[in-house]
């Protein structure tokens, strides 16, 4: 997965909260990260394999939580599990 498809998904994802009428800093937070994922010169997929999720973490823009949403897109290329995760976390800040 290249660094423009996780970026892709990164801003569908904060589409996807700001529909849902989510934290406005948590949809800052996705659309910062993929804006920094865009700028990078090196693909995320390489980070991950070679440095690990705290290297992403580390990069700017890019929180513990928001690494570890990366890492798993890039090694699972599976966002629906992420959007899932997203949903219930708002489900559970609404009750």
Known sequence: MDN????????????????QHANLYRIKAYRQAAQTILGLE???????????RLALKDLPGIGAKLSVKIETLV?????????????????????
Not at 5 to 11: C, G, H, P, R, Y
Not at 42 to 52: L, N
Request: proline residues 2%.
């Open 4 to 19: 423009r498809t996780i970026a892709q998904q990164l801003f569908g994802l904060a589409r996807s909260l700001e529909q």
């Open 42 to 52: 090196r693909p995320v997929e390489e980070i991950v394999a070679h440095e690990g």
């Open 75 to 95: 090694r699972t290329g599976d966002i629906a599990s992420l959007k899932a995760e997203e949903e219930k976390t708002l489900v559970a800040l609404s009750a």
